[in-house]
């Protein structure tokens, strides 16, 4: 199948989770996957592409890596891309296997749990964030944006190519924390202010919808609600500026 035909499908999240595999677009995107170990089917690459002066470099790595490339015009290429003004390269590659299994047990475990969070940028930028401020790994729930949807890979910067990105239910979270000493943590106004000094060695941080906050599937679970003392002429923060400032205070 053309490299062109398999971009444009997966643009749906049925196409990326039947075939398990997803599309790293921009010069920056793709530079960033070509140097990390995941596997890549091949390369798209438009006629604007040969204009930017990175191109040769990119170049390079691809032959480099004998990757497969598939050059198209420019109107071919807009129609695989997911940007306004495309740069003129995408990369296809496969889903990384993550599982919690492969959670390692340091001696310091934070796990970002994100609960109906639906805003791609707002997912991309958590993900770098939980990478920088060394998050074990990031677990997304039913409900929350693919996290290999076009846009939220692109926020990511590269991140979702190093930093464990999960996909799973509640039912696969309790079987873990069977087995392990694991608290768990909510983030909601209502909670209380948190503090770095009473945080657990193991901990799963749940980050919620950015309207309707937390589900009551995770209500249900949480030991302890956790807040961050702002101004009261402030409501609430954006869900990213928020979990950057926990993960900073719980970094291990």
Same mark, same amino acid.
């Not at 595999?21 to 596997?39: K, P």
């Not at 990119?58 to 490339?69: G, K, P, T």
């Not at 390692?104 to 993900?127: A, C, H, Y």
């Not at 076009?150 to 190093?162: L, Q, T």
């Given at each position: 199948?053309?490299?062109?035909?398999?971009?444009?499908?997966?643009?749906?999240? =049925?196409?990326? #989770?039947?075939? /398990?595999? @997803?599309?790293?677009?921009?010069?920056?995107?793709?530079?960033?996957?070509?140097?990390?170990?995941?596997? +890549?089917?091949?390369?798209?690459?438009?006629?604007?592409?040969?204009?930017?002066?990175?191109?040769?470099?990119?170049?390079?790595?691809?032959?480099?890596?004998?990757?497969? $490339?598939?050059?198209?015009? @420019?109107? #071919?290429?807009?129609?695989?891309? /997911?940007?306004?003004?495309?740069?003129? +390269?995408?990369?296809?590659? #496969? $889903?990384?296997? %993550?599982?919690?299994?492969?959670?390692?047990? /340091?001696? =310091? $475990?934070?796990?970002?749990?994100?609960?109906?969070? /639906?805003?791609?940028?707002?997912?991309?930028?958590?993900?770098?964030?939980?990478?920088?401020?060394?998050?074990?790994?990031?677990? *997304?729930?039913?409900?929350?944006?693919?996290?290999?949807?076009? =846009?939220?890979?692109?926020?990511?910067?590269?991140? &979702? @190519?190093? &930093?464990?990105?999960?996909?799973?239910?509640?039912?696969?979270?309790?079987? @873990?924390?069977?087995? &392990?000493?694991?608290?768990? %943590?909510?983030?909601?106004? *209502?909670?209380?202010?948190?503090? =770095?000094?009473?945080?657990?060695?193991?901990?799963?941080?749940?980050?919620?919808? #950015?309207?309707?906050?937390?589900?009551?599937?995770?209500? *249900?679970?949480?030991?302890?609600? $956790?807040?961050?003392?702002?101004?009261?002429?402030?409501?609430?923060?954006?869900?990213?500026?928020?979990?950057?400032?926990?993960?900073?205070?719980?970094?291990?």
């Amino acid at each position: 199948m053309k490299l062109l035909t398999v971009a444009r499908d997966l643009g749906r999240r =049925k196409a990326r #989770e039947r075939q /398990q595999l @997803f599309v790293a677009e921009g010069v920056r995107t793709v530079d960033e996957l070509l140097r990390s170990t995941l596997s +890549i089917r091949g390369v798209l690459i438009g006629s604007q592409f040969d204009e930017n002066p990175r191109a040769a470099g990119l170049n390079a790595m691809i032959a480099e890596r004998s990757i497969a $490339v598939e050059r198209v015009d @420019f109107r #071919e290429f807009a129609s695989a891309a /997911q940007t306004d003004s495309p740069q003129g +390269i995408l990369a296809i590659a #496969e $889903v990384p296997s %993550w599982s919690l299994s492969q959670v390692e047990l /340091q001696s =310091k $475990v934070r796990l970002l749990v994100l609960d109906g969070v /639906q805003d791609p940028g707002n997912v991309g930028t958590i993900i770098r964030t939980a990478e920088a401020l060394g998050a074990t790994a990031t677990y *997304a729930l039913p409900g929350t944006v693919d996290l290999w949807n076009p =846009k939220v890979v692109r926020s990511g910067m590269g991140s &979702h @190519f190093r &930093h464990p990105c999960i996909v799973g239910t509640w039912d696969e979270l309790d079987s @873990f924390r069977a087995s &392990h000493a694991v608290a768990v %943590w909510g983030a909601d106004a *209502a909670g209380t202010a948190l503090t =770095k000094s009473d945080a657990p060695d193991c901990l799963f941080l749940v980050v919620g919808n #950015e309207g309707a906050g937390l589900s009551a599937e995770s209500r *249900a679970r949480v030991d302890r609600l $956790v807040a961050l003392p702002i101004s009261s002429a402030v409501e609430s923060l954006n869900v990213a500026v928020a979990t950057g400032i926990l993960l900073y205070e719980l970094r291990a």
